[in-house]
């Protein structure tokens, strides 16, 4: 599929949706404008995962629905983990809205007998979204400003969002969504040293993963825990630098820490787990609004 992608960092896209609806919130007949657009936080257990998105909603928090048709080609029977590392796929662009609050925004899906994992072993299993006709994805809440321009990204966590059911040959999506403003957001960074992938029983074909955790000296833990983490980002095998990519990271204070060990997140019966996975000790890394941080993970200690 041939993808028109764009990094973080580059200049507006071309307007990507058609207004089917009309109605808003905000100050009088004031109006602001706003993009949104789609990435995916990283995902190693599986090698593809398509939906089709054909439409958004928004919601004012104090006025009418308002929605739009998708009429982006690539938006349909799209393989979510094409949009990894900062890549992002136009939901809706420069798009002038009623000022204000708004609840959430809301991607509308396309017909769910299209939708498809293939698993790492390259077999094709049905996916399904739990009420995902009638709700879609919906996100938490943002604000237009008058007379000023916003622009969003949706963080579609697959990994956090994918559950393989036991003894089914298919998945289902319970999606976990992140909605930030990239004018607060920056990006974590860096390499995997030598000493590190050796811990692995076969760095070529999986190296592991990079977890970042909100806050300072947060101990690492694994998925389902306590202490979860806001990202898990998966080292990259195919280049031979063994990088790894966490973006659209609001500004802040993180923990990062490194594991070659496999997050499982459900045992054989399909029940959430908490794994007792080896960790490297935690760095701490601060995130800044519009830069990288480059965090590079070479020794166990």
Avoid at 143 to 169: C, E, H, M, Q, Y
Avoid at 228 to 243: H, K, Q, R, W
Avoid at 268 to 295: K, W
Wanted: with cysteine; charged share 20%.
């Amino acid at each position: 599929m041939n993808h028109s992608l764009k990094v973080f960092t580059v200049t507006a896209l071309a307007s990507a949706l058609a207004a089917c609806g009309g109605g808003g919130s905000g100050d009088g007949d004031s109006t602001g404008t706003a993009s949104f657009d789609l990435t995916d936080a990283a995902v190693d257990s599986v090698q593809a995962v398509n939906i089709t998105v054909v439409g958004v909603e928004l919601q004012p928090a104090d006025g009418e629905r308002i929605s739009f048709d998708v009429e982006n080609p690539d938006l349909e029977n799209i393989n979510l983990l094409d949009l990894q590392n900062g890549s992002v796929e136009a939901l809706l662009s420069d798009q002038e809205l009623p000022a204000g609050e708004y609840e959430w925004i809301r991607l509308k899906l396309g017909d769910q007998s299209t939708f498809t994992v293939i698993d790492d072993n390259g077999g094709t299993n049905d996916l399904f979204v739990p009420s995902g006709d009638q709700r879609g994805l919906q996100t938490s809440g943002f604000v237009v400003p008058a007379g000023g321009t916003v622009n969003f990204t949706i963080d579609f966590d697959v990994r956090k969002s994918l559950v393989n059911p036991p003894g089914l040959n298919s998945y289902l999506l319970k999606p976990v969504l992140r909605l930030v403003d990239n004018a607060e957001v920056g990006t974590i960074k860096g390499t995997i040293g030598q000493t590190l992938l050796s811990t692995c029983e076969d760095a070529n074909s999986y190296a592991g993963g990079v977890y970042i955790y909100e806050g300072s000296d947060v101990t690492p833990d694994d998925l389902g825990s306590e202490n979860e983490p806001l990202v898990v980002a998966p080292v990259d095998t195919e280049s031979g630098d063994y990088d790894y990519t966490a973006a659209f990271l609001p500004a802040g204070d993180y923990t990062v820490a490194y594991t070659c060990d496999m997050d499982e997140r459900q045992d054989e019966d399909g029940n959430m787990i908490d794994e007792d996975l080896d960790f490297t000790p935690g760095v701490n890394a601060e995130v800044i609004e519009g830069e990288e941080t480059t965090v590079d993970l070479t020794a166990a200690d």
